[in-house]
């Protein structure tokens, strides 16, 4: 039978597991959400440089 103490460190890892899986999670979405707006941005400044250049060049 397992005592109290290893039934604690069991669940304590568990949960340790499952909180650093959720972390690696919310990285890669923070992540493809930055890259995500980096293009868009990109994007817009693409088309701010075509209609500033033949505006004033």
Do not use: P
Not at 13 to 30: D, E, K, R
């Amino acid at each position: 039978m397992i005592s109290n103490i290893q039934l604690a460190a069991y669940w304590s890892g568990a949960l340790s597991a499952f909180v650093v899986a959720t972390c690696l999670v919310g990285f890669v979405v923070i992540t493809n959400d930055i890259t995500a707006m980096y293009d868009d941005v990109m994007d817009v400044i693409g088309e701010f440089k075509v209609r500033e250049m033949s505006v004033f060049g």
